[in-house]
């Protein structure tokens, strides 16, 4: 029987069960990636509960908690748990972040992958959120500073400019010093420009021998291989990219004047002590002057004479704007997987009329045919567009006016009738235009024919065309009436390969066994048409044929070249504990002679996880400690085709009526005027440069991945270096090509990255790089077989064939020097400046008569006067070391990151020194006046190349600030928007005086134009 008192406890229990429901909290919200991605199946918990739940196929969740003071936790295998107290949220919309623990990351290697805690090679791998928003026309830009040991330099940002890309330094004089570039495995035959960086997934560095040597031939200068985003199984996602930069030179240009008095004043100066014409006298120049009206000192002064021009306000743009724009749509399911990007990039230039434009069409389609049967096919389309604006004075004399009277409607202010270089006057005269296509197709087959086999299939067809188009009109032509000319160039590489990969284990024993074959063809072919001479410029270069019968040139050449591969690899481990990989690749090319048509390339890697010993248990702080070692062979293969046949050459001469061709042994390269060197003559045991390399490293990781330090020392040995050997006068020939010399490379790579704070919504993290590299010259040759020359003072070198004719005529410039680093600067010590007529007496010689105010020189020989055996070798343009540091910062949806960039400890030669108007005046004018700067004399001739040019080029420089915020909308279809502000270029700290310390391999700075700063302001929507 039910008693009152058992219904109110009944009723009490009931009441308080919906009390007790009713003070439940639902929470609803969107798990994200930090690419936009919707994640299934991340676990949502209440902590200290048994309260869970997880997200859907599109990220979503439902929750309900006890109450407002609870937090939930998120956690999903790869990512870092992120714990959010609920407070008076009732939607929670969560980005998760990667996990910081690298150890089961898959780094890519060529013809696999392997988990990073297996790696026993030196590899670097950089992801596509460390380069996200930063605007780049290719993705070589966005290496420099990211890399340790990979040197990149950047020295034009003009548009379609590449980067130079250098792996542990340079180790040939004649074959290719570029890294071998890889892309979704195909060895691409260009560099990285046609590479949309918003389709980078990731990019790999290989830098030592183990992981080079599977790429045999290819791979003496290291490997860049580049993975492309691919389609993922989940429903359809939209993103739209979007990015509007503007650009600014960063400094003023240091050779044009604001003070035309001073400039004049100077330049009658320059006259009177040299005994020329002295031209600021009020009267028209003569033919040294090149015409022209030149002002008095007086008109300018007073202003009588009234015109001023900025030349540069008609040559370059004061600024100039890229608009960079995505459009792509990624998906699937299991089935088929799929991404599809349209990329389109137009660029202004510096130069006003300087426009460059590109589309780019990337898709990839992943097909899984049978369970065990996977079809990969991508395809890029590549269209370029590039008008290029020329021959731009914007030194011309700024006293002279663009217009007659600068009244337009007067016409053009020209100085004579022969003067071709107004800017304004040439402005939309010049046809310079250069349209390119490519197109790359790639299929991949995957079939696992087994748990432990699979056999992978590849198909590469690459090709592209090239169209230059050029006409100078006959009013802008000195010589001829009209110049016209048309270049066509295609090119065209296939590439298949097979390899078949083993898998198994037994007991705590695990192996990959991997072999394969690689089959690969190339052919080039070029077209050159030009005609001089036209009866109209109307045509422009359409017509060609209506040239001058004795002004029509033609040109043309075909090259084809083959490889053959077969390639194995044996990666073995016991334990994940004690680690090894053994590699070896026989190539056989076309390029080289019949007798030494293959070469193997070994290598073979160690490595040793301490960590997974039991002394190491105890260092429970402690994610990581690896040792490794390797030693291999790789090679180079970059030179002509054909270098070693017997080549015949062809040369035309006109006879007064129709042009005849001559054809003969041998192929000719001209020295100017009627000079030339012969080469062309066989060499069947010509060979690839081989280089040897040890590395030894360790791969540290403490306090939950929090600090990760990478170390590696290198030593490289190349040998067999191409180069050309001197041939006797009786073989009709100067030079043949040959394997004869030696360089060695050695140094360190450091990369150290750290967590430096780490809580709940903030972070701070940090990313520092080091690369010391050493270069020196072993072997190249003696003085008989390759011309070596050995001076004054026992230094044997070779000249590397750099001119700077306009500067300093034909003295040698830099050398190839025996026990010295490549390209060292070769020329006189500088001591000072001759101060009076006594010192003008005594001194050595290097002209006729010494006179005051001119340099005066180191007499090393100690014969008394100046000539070539006082030179020494007197700079160095190899930097001491390169190094990087990345910070990134992180609160809640803000993000802030910087990356400095920096090269030490190097030469540069100065050809823009005593040019700019701010050295000018500071000119020798008297005893003692200055020990430093000669005077302006007119009649001093061609200077002495000497230490006097070259500057310390170190130099540290803001490379490039990024300020985002990620924006969250899933009840309006956009699953992530991120807006953000990006500055490149922003600063660089240094002592050197030119525009710009960063400059070629060469080390020489020409001074063009100042580089550009650029702001961009960018978004990127996922819907």
Same mark, same amino acid.
């Given at each position: ?47 200290? &509960? ?194 509007? &930069? ?72 004061? @600024? ?29 230039? @510096? ?27 991508? &395809? ?63 299929? !991949? ?46 090119? @065209? ?30 052919? $080039? ?127 035309? !001469? ?49 306090? $939950? ?12 040995? &190349? ?305």
């Amino acid at each position: 029987m039910i008693t009152f008192k058992k219904l109110n406890f009944i009723f009490l229990f009931f009441l308080l069960s919906f009390i007790g429901v009713a003070q439940k909290i639902e929470i609803k919200g969107t798990v994200l990636s930090q690419k936009g991605e919707f994640l299934p199946q991340v676990a949502v918990f209440e902590k200290d &509960t048994k309260n869970a739940t997880v997200t859907d196929f599109d990220g979503k969740f439902t929750i309900s908690v006890n109450s407002r003071k609870s937090i939930l936790s998120f956690s999903y295998l790869g990512f870092l748990t992120q714990d959010i107290l609920v407070s008076k949220k009732n939607i929670i919309n969560v980005i998760l972040v990667e996990s910081s623990t690298s150890l089961d990351e898959i780094v890519i290697i060529g013809y696999g992958n392997v988990r990073k805690k297996d790696l026993t090679g030196s590899v670097s791998t950089l992801k596509a959120e460390q380069i996200k928003g930063i605007p780049a026309s290719n993705a070589g830009e966005l290496l420099q500073g990211r890399v340790a040991g990979l040197n990149v330099i950047n020295p034009s940002d003009e548009p379609g400019s590449q980067a130079t890309l250098r792996i542990r330094g340079s180790s040939t004089i004649k074959g290719n010093a570029s890294p071998l570039i890889v892309i979704d495995g195909f060895p691409y035959p260009g560099g990285l420009d046609e590479i949309n960086p918003a389709d980078i997934e990731s990019i790999e560095v290989l830098k030592d021998a183990s992981a080079s040597a599977i790429y045999g031939s290819q791979g003496a200068n290291g490997v860049i291989i580049v993975t492309r985003k691919q389609g993922k199984a989940n429903r359809m996602n939209i993103y739209l990219t979007s990015q509007t &930069t503007t650009s600014s030179f960063n400094k003023d240009f240091e050779n044009v004047w604001k003070n035309t008095l001073l400039m004049a004043e100077l330049a009658n100066e320059k006259a009177i002590n040299g005994g020329g014409v002295v031209p600021y006298v009020g009267a028209s120049g003569d033919e040294e002057l090149q015409g022209g009206f030149y002002p008095s000192l007086e008109q300018i002064r007073s202003g009588d004479w009234p015109y001023y021009t900025d030349w540069t306000d008609y040559v370059y743009r004061k @600024s100039s704007e890229i608009q960079n724009t995505n459009l792509g749509v990624y998906g699937g399911s299991d089935k088929i997987k799929y991404n599809v990007n349209l990329n389109h990039w137009s660029q202004e230039g @510096s130069k006003i009329d300087n426009n460059y434009e590109k589309i780019n069409l990337f898709s990839t389609f992943n097909i899984k045919l049978l369970n065990n049967l996977k079809f990969t096919l991508n &395809t890029t389309y590549t269209n370029i567009k590039f008008r290029n604006n020329n021959f731009t004075n914007y030194t011309r004399n700024p006293l002279w006016p663009v217009y007659n009277s600068n009244n337009p409607a007067e016409g053009f202010y020209l100085v004579s009738d022969n003067d071709f270089f107004h800017p304004a006057y040439r402005r939309g005269k010049i046809t310079d235009e250069t349209k390119s296509e490519d197109f790359l197709v790639s299929g !991949f087959l995957d079939w696992k024919i087994t748990d432990q086999i699979t056999f992978n299939s590849r198909a590469n067809i690459k090709s592209g065309t090239n169209i230059k188009d050029y006409y100078l009109p006959s009013i802008l032509s000195q010589v001829y009436d009209g110049i016209g000319s048309i270049e066509n160039t295609t090119d @065209s590489k296939r590439v298949f390969e097979n390899y078949i990969t083993y898998k198994n284990s037994f007991k705590n024993h695990n192996y990959t066994i991997m072999i394969g074959n690689s089959e690969q063809s190339t052919n $080039d072919r070029r077209l050159f048409l030009e005609g001089r001479n036209f009866l109209s410029d109307v045509l422009g270069n359409e017509n060609l044929s209506s040239a001058s019968v004795e002004n029509q040139f033609v040109d043309n050449f075909q090259f084809n070249t083959g490889l053959s591969s077969y390639y194995g690899r044996l990666n073995y481990s016991i334990n994940s504990k004690y680690l090894l990989t053994l590699t070896g690749r026989f190539d056989g090319s076309s390029k080289f002679g019949k007798n030494s048509k293959w070469g193997f390339f070994p290598s073979g890697a160690l490595a040793w996880n301490l960590l997974d010993e039991k002394f190491m248990q105890h260092f429970d702080k402690i994610n990581q400690f690896k040792i490794r070692a390797s030693y291999g062979v790789s090679g180079n293969d970059g030179i002509e085709a054909y270098s070693t046949q017997s080549r015949f050459g062809e040369d035309q !001469f006109y006879n007064g009526s129709q042009w005849q061709s001559v054809i003969g042994p041998g192929v000719n390269s001209s020295l100017g005027g009627r000079l030339f060197q012969w080469r062309g003559i066989a060499n069947d045991n010509l060979k690839w440069e081989s280089t040897s390399q040890l590395n030894i490293g360790t791969d540290f990781e403490a306090f $939950d991945s929090k600090l990760k330090v990478t170390f590696d020392y290198y030593y490289k040995n &190349t040998t067999d270096l191409l180069r050309d050997q001197v041939l006797p006068l009786s073989s009709g020939f100067d030079f043949m090509l040959v394997n004869d010399g030696e360089i060695d490379n050695k140094g360190v790579d450091v990369t150290l990255e750290g967590i430096l704070l780490k809580k709940q919504e903030l972070s701070l993290s940090g990313t520092l790089t080091f690369n010391r590299n050493r270069n020196e010259i072993i072997s190249i040759g003696s003085e008989a077989n390759a011309g070596l020359i050995t001076d004054f003072f026992e230094n044997k070198f070779l000249d590397t064939g750099v001119s700077l004719e306009n500067t300093f005529g034909s003295q040698t410039i830099s050398v190839y020097a025996l026990g010295k680093p490549l390209n060292v600067f070769y020329g006189y010590k500088q001591l000072g400046i001759i101060q009076n007529n006594d010192q003008a007496q005594n001194f050595p010689t290097y002209a006729s008569v010494n006179q005051p105010g001119d340099p005066y020189y180191a007499d090393l020989s100690g014969d008394g006067i100046i000539t070539s055996d006082d030179r020494v070798i007197i700079g160095d343009p190899n930097p001491n070391f390169t190094g990087s540091l990345a910070l990134n910062f992180k609160y809640k949806k803000f993000e802030i990151s910087t990356l400095f960039n920096g090269a030490f400890g190097y030469d540069i030669l100065d050809t823009r020194k005593f040019e700019r108007v701010t050295e000018k005046p500071l000119r020798w004018t008297g005893e003692n006046t200055t020990n430093s700067w000669p005077s302006l004399r007119g009649d001093r001739g061609t200077p002495l190349f000497s230490d006097w040019y070259l500057a310390d080029g170190s130099f540290l420089r803001i490379q490039n600030v990024n300020l985002a915020y990620t924006f969250n909308f899933p009840d309006f279809g956009i699953k992530s928007f991120k807006a953000y502000l990006n500055a490149t270029n922003l600063h660089t700290f240094t002592s050197f005086k030119g525009y710009d310390p960063e400059v070629g391999t060469n080390g020489i700075y020409y001074g063009f134009r100042p580089r550009v700063r650029r702001f961009t302001i960018g978004f990127n929507i996922n819907f």
